[in-house]
């Protein structure tokens, strides 16, 4: 099936650092998504995007629904110890109501 | 609490054998769906259910058989597993936001389950 490229497959970082991943497709999305997946867990939303252009905080993360339409980022300022996880991105189209997903990217703070 | 739950957590079995995955959500979600995680795959759906009695195939659907004759259930059952289907398995619900328009149900809110681990020997 359809999977978004998601971008990087994984990060590692200092404590305080800025983070950023972005997710691209070759089609157009109605929808953009974010999800993390903490160790043992199963994935939570952090934001959804529902318009092109649009730009949505969520404390100290920030997610943008590209103008094209087929990308997203997702921002992570001042990272913390609790940030580690692994990051999802989802997109939903026109065709059918399913969810595609990106591979992940997996955010490692190093000590 | 507002929630999905699995069962068994854990799982070790031997090839051949029938399992059932339970999965069970209190949010009167319309949509559900089962998913397998692996490593450098994310997240593949396999089979998915708009609502009661209306089930259909995800992306990997093959060896998997689900059913939805309740609206909070939505079992996942390998009548005979293979090592193959060794996976980390979650189970999601989602429709408790109403779009404009409403494309009947909403799938993008999804609640994930905390996951069941499957191993095949």
């Known amino acids: 099936g359809q999977q978004l490229n998601q971008s990087p497959q994984s990060m590692f970082i200092q404590e305080g650092e800025d983070v950023s991943m972005n997710c691209t497709s070759s089609?157009?999305?109605?929808?953009w998504l974010w999800y993390k997946q903490d160790p043992g867990e199963g994935p939570v939303l952090l934001i959804a995007?529902?318009?092109a252009g649009e730009l949505t905080s969520n404390g100290r993360l920030t997610a943008q629904f590209g103008i094209t339409r087929k990308d997203s980022f997702l921002n992570i300022s001042a990272s913390i110890p609790s940030d580690v996880g692994i990051y999802f991105c989802?997109?939903?189209?026109?065709?059918?109501?399913?969810?595609?997903w990106g591979a992940g990217t997996k955010l490692i703070i190093k000590p | 609490e507002a929630q999905v739950t699995q069962n068994p957590r854990y799982l070790i079995t031997v090839t051949g054998k029938k399992l059932t995955v339970t999965c069970s959500q209190n949010?009167?979600?319309?949509?559900m769906s089962w998913y397998r995680q692996d490593p450098g795959l994310g997240l593949r759906q396999i089979y998915y259910?708009?609502?009661?009695?209306?089930?259909d195939k995800g992306d990997v659907p093959e060896g998997y058989k689900v059913s939805r004759k309740e609206k909070r259930n939505f079992p996942l059952i390998l009548e005979s597993p293979s090592p193959n289907q060794t996976s980390l398995y979650f189970c999601?619900?989602?429709?408790?936001?109403?779009?404009?328009?409403?494309?009947?149900?909403?799938?993008?809110?999804?609640?994930f389950g905390p996951g069941t681990r499957l191993t095949v020997l």
């Open positions: 949010m009167n979600h319309e949509y």
């Open positions: 089609s157009i999305f109605n929808t």
């Open positions: 999601a619900s989602g429709g408790d936001r109403k779009k404009q328009g409403a494309n009947p149900p909403d799938t993008d809110t999804q609640y």
């Open positions: 995007l529902y318009k």
């Open positions: 259910s708009m609502n009661v009695e209306v089930t």
């Open positions: 989802a997109g939903q189209g026109d065709s059918n109501y399913q969810l595609i």
